[in-house]
């Protein structure tokens, strides 16, 4: 294509302009001639070196036409490296000599280009373009390679050129700043630390100047002039890591903080609980006597005072809990009708005493078994009734409970605590959910508590993501309402729903043999007469802990084992971790079903993570027990499904809730052992004499322990004892077994506490045994013939 005059478009490129170095004018003419056909500019025409050098000079051309042979006595390749000294104008020569020593003598100017005299129109004219594209690539490269530099001096990240040797070939300015090494210096250095293979890694260095720092380096390979370099480049963190740093000490500090004042709390509930107990237990047999109305006022005057006092300590607990984020939530089945019964009971005495009424009304609506957590939303409607309770002098409280919405088989649920008692002020309303605060500081000196219930109630239920609000007519009364999404549960996955099939199909299993692992004796009678009793035909062998078990199940091929966890020589959990990893695989796959006294979420998944196929908890209902065997036997016939101890009945008055008041004056309450012997006073007994058998052998073995200040072990023996007292609800006994193993397991054992809390467990349990006996003595009169 032939390039276009700059007189005939207005889109058309500015003409070049040209300097024509030739010193026969002929042919200089010719040259010009065509030049300005072609639609460039001649700017003039220079015969010898002086003359063109004056002229590139005054003219500025874009390109020089060079004649090679100049006759003056500086040839056309000497003109131009004068010329090249303070320019670099594209010089394209014109020669009739084709000799490789003036090539080679040519090249040392870096022309843009050749012409051979004669030429034509269209070779000048490529020659001439091609000279000018040289040069403009050759600026537009100057001026991107000082752009790179630019960016690269001006980054913020030190930028290091570092060859396979490790020498440093390059370095920007933020890298000089960073190590804090002029940059001459640092060019030239062999690095000491590792880079190959090294993605990305952090780099501590120490300055010259005693300064420190921390850099964050990333390497990637490159060329550098032909030759594998590493690309390093280098974030200065040292800030980030110190701000990091100053967080991580903060968070330590709170941390400690908040051990600091858990462990207090923890202190205060001990230190106060443990003299309360006295005082409310004196308190109460002292009523029991006659006194004056006087005295009695007094009496009155201490229980409620001790009464008020708990109070605050379980609402301190029960907030530190809660501002830790050490509270947990539950999903599991649960009967709301069951939960608000349960919870009208429990207050029962507090309306009798007040003559007030409570009352529930639930959503016809609302499925009876939902999925959540019972036992928080238990705590959460007490708190609100409790409050309402106690503002309530006339009339009552409503608990009432409504259908909201349902999305699927999720339930929003509303719930609504209304009383007729002294009502709130509207000022006071919107600071009614703050620790510490009541209607009025009269309420406070009047009805007493902390004022932290609300706050409790109020945290509980957001932490579920739910909402409570608060409305109140001073002198008619208040409404407390919360909502919370509840799932739909099934009915047949509570305990009592499949009592009766479980029954059935474990009467027809027929060659089974159970490995029992269970270190006492008491628990080892009542599990196997629980087995027996249904189901003559399952054969039970029976291991003391864990090492023997683990030996039995290598000599015996069983097909269940009931594992107890806390066990002598080798627990529950080490048994089981030792069977999955290094039993051969026709017997590390045993069915293994936890037995344990500590029925909570942690407990359940540390059985779990320890390998076991299931667990139940103690004291172990019948029904329980079949169904857990079942599941595990029979995992096809049950859907797979696992018993949820959460859902169990409570075969111990004592431990079912909201029904943890004992009887005092009862030594001990045998309707455990009457449980599980169905009728069978033989059986009874036979109980009474492996239990005191085993509880004077624990107690033996406490007291050596004891005697040799081996206070871990005092804790270890106490622990095993506390379960025996539970079972038939020996409750001072229990006390003060938990008084001692929670002092001998603390970091400064009290010894002057502990042998008084030794002294008066053998004294009380001389006064125990006594009981004990005359009760066998009355059981076995019954039995002999009139």
Request: hydrophobic share 40%; charged share 25%.
């Amino acid at each position: 294509m032939q390039r276009q005059n700059p007189n005939q478009g207005t889109n058309s490129q500015p003409a070049a302009t040209i300097l024509i170095v030739e010193d026969e004018s002929m042919i200089a003419f010719a040259i010009k001639t065509s030049l300005i056909n072609l639609g460039y500019k001649v700017c003039d025409i220079a015969v010898e070196s002086e003359d063109a050098i004056k002229k590139v000079e005054v003219y500025k051309p874009d390109l020089i036409l060079m004649d090679i042979n100049l006759k003056d006595s500086v040839d056309g390749i000497e003109t131009a490296k004068k010329i090249r000294l303070s320019d670099d104008i594209p010089i394209v020569y014109l020669t009739s000599l084709e000799d490789d020593e003036t090539l080679e003598r040519a090249i040392t100017t870096d022309p843009s280009g050749y012409v051979l005299k004669p030429f034509k129109k269209r070779e000048l004219r490529i020659a001439i373009e091609i000279g000018l594209s040289k040069h403009r690539i050759q600026v537009e490269l100057k001026l991107s390679k000082a752009s790179f530099h630019d960016v690269v001096e001006k980054n913020v990240e030190g930028i290091l050129v570092i060859d396979k040797k490790g020498i440093v070939k390059f370095a920007n300015g933020t890298a000089e700043q960073f190590f804090g090494i002029p940059r001459a210096s640092l060019i030239g250095q062999k690095i000491k630390f590792p880079i190959e293979g090294e993605e990305g890694f952090e780099l501590d260095i120490l300055r010259t100047n005693g300064s420190s720092g921390v850099g964050e380096l990333r390497v990637v390979e490159s060329l550098w002039n032909d030759k594998p370099v590493y690309l390093v480049s280098v974030r200065d963190i040292t800030k980030r890591k110190r701000n990091e740093q100053e967080l991580i000490n903060a968070k330590k500090i709170a941390e400690d903080l908040a051990h600091a004042k858990e462990q207090f709390l923890a202190k205060v509930n001990h230190e106060i609980r443990t003299p309360m107990n006295a005082i409310m237990g004196m308190a109460h047999l002292l009523k029991t006597a006659n006194h004056t109305p006087k005295e009695k006022n007094y009496l009155n005057t201490i229980s409620q005072s001790s009464e008020n006092l708990l109070v605050i300590i379980n609402d301190l607990l029960d907030l530190s809990k809660v501002e830790a984020g050490q509270f947990t939530f539950e999903k599991t089945e649960f009967n709301l009708h069951d939960l608000i019964n349960n919870l009208i009971n429990s207050l029962t005495f507090k309306i009798v005493e007040k003559d007030i009424y409570l009352n529930s009304k639930i959503d016809n609506a609302i499925p009876p078994v939902l999925v959540g957590d019972p036992v928080r939303l238990n705590q959460i409607i007490t708190n609100l009734v409790g409050n309402a309770i106690k503002f309530t002098e006339k009339g009552g409280v409503l608990i009432k409970v409504n259908l909201i919405s349902k999305e699927s088989d999720h339930f929003k649920i509303h719930f609504a605590v209304s009383d007729t008692g002294i009502g709130i002020p509207k000022v006071k309303l919107r600071k009614i959910f703050q620790s510490f605060i009541q209607a009025s500081d009269d309420t406070n000196r009047k009805y007493g508590g902390t004022g932290l219930g609300l706050t409790i109630a109020k945290q509980l239920i957001e932490l579920q993501d739910g909402t409570i609000n608060v409305e109140s007519t001073v002198n008619k009364g208040s409404v407390f309402s919360f909502e919370l999404m509840y799932k739909i549960g099934d009915p047949r996955k509570l305990s009592t729903a499949n009592d009766n099939l479980s029954t059935v199909e474990f009467r027809s299993l027929n060659n089974v043999t159970i490995l029992l692992v269970e270190d006492n004796k008491i628990n080892q009678e009542v599990v196997t007469d629980l087995i027996k009793a249904e189901n003559e035909n399952i054969k039970l062998d029976i291991a003391v802990n864990g090492k023997q078990a683990i030996e039995k199940i290598i000599d015996t091929n069983y097909d269940l084992v009931l594992m107890d966890v806390q066990m002598p020589i080798m627990d529950g959990y080490e048994a089981t971790i030792f069977i999955r990893a290094k039993l051969d695989n026709s017997k590390k796959n045993i069915p293994i079903i936890a037995m344990t006294a500590n029925a909570t979420a942690a407990e359940k998944q540390h059985c779990f993570d320890s390998g076991m196929t299931d667990y139940i908890s103690k004291p172990i209902k019948p029904k329980t027990l079949y169904y857990a065997i079942l599941s595990a036997i029979k995992p096809a016939s049950n859907n797979g499904s696992v018993v949820d101890e959460h859902k169990q009945e409570f075969p111990n008055k004592h431990l079912e809730p909201n029904k943890q008041e004992p009887k005092t004056d009862k030594l001990f309450d045998l309707s455990y052992f009457e449980l599980f012997a169905k009728g069978d006073e033989k059986r009874v007994i036979k109980y009474i004499d492996i239990y005191t058998t085993e509880i004077a052998s624990h107690l033996k073995t406490l007291i050596k322990h004891h005697e040799n200040k081996a206070w871990d072990n005092v804790s270890r023996s106490t622990h095993t004892m506390k379960p025996h007292f539970n079972q038939i609800s020996m409750y001072e006994l229990e006390s003060l077994v938990v008084l001692l193993e929670e002092n001998a397991k603390s970091n400064k054992p009290d010894e002057l506490l502990i042998n008084t809390l030794v002294n008066q467990i053998q004294k009380k349990w001389k006064i125990t045994v006594k009981a004990l006996k005359k009760e066998k003595q009355k059981r076995l009169a019954l039995l002999e013939p009139n």
